[in-house]
């Protein structure tokens, strides 16, 4: 979940439509299906707990804690769990997808350089295919042309 948070974070960023991008999330090969009604939900901005944050901080607290007697480190299980521990703080039942509006809220929170990257009425083409193409290497998605498909399939339908 915490790859789609970010996924999302980083589509916002370059100023992607947020319903685009929700969209074109849920149809990539690198989302699980369970994870396609997620991104349906938190599109709506709906967090009501199906599988609540606070689960996913005790789950995250077990695999870490067997990961640890182990010996194996785990870094994006830390990470993850990190952000996970922070949403679950307040001790709101919400859904463990929260995490997508907490990365939502920290791209809106911060103010960018006047040199960073892509700016409104760059190419939606080349927004769309760096995104996809990030979204290939942080799910380590082993068919990028499958992603890279899809996104064509959305550029497509921008050019109608």
């Given at each position: 979940m915490q790859a789609l948070a970010e996924a999302i974070a980083l589509g916002s960023t370059l100023e992607l439509p947020r319903d685009?991008?929700?969209?074109?999330?849920?149809?990539?090969?690198v989302v699980a299906p369970a994870h396609s009604g997620k991104l349906a939900t938190a599109k709506k901005h709906d967090y009501a707990p199906q599988f609540p944050v606070r689960l996913m901080r005790k789950d995250f607290g077990l695999v870490l804690a067997a990961a640890a007697k182990a010996g194996l480190s785990m870094p994006a299980t830390e990470a993850a769990a990190e952000i996970n521990y922070a949403e679950a703080a307040p001790g709101t039942e919400e859904d463990f997808s929260a995490v997508i509006r907490r990365m939502e809220r920290s791209v809106r929170s911060r103010k960018r350089p006047a040199t960073s990257g892509?700016?409104?009425g760059a190419p939606m083409r080349l927004d769309l295919l760096l995104f996809t193409s990030f979204l290939a290497s942080a799910f380590f998605a082993y068919d990028a042309r499958r992603v890279a498909s899809t996104a064509c399939i959305y550029l497509r339908r921008l050019e109608k």
């Open positions: 685009l991008l929700f969209d074109t999330l849920a149809k990539t090969a892509l700016r409104i």
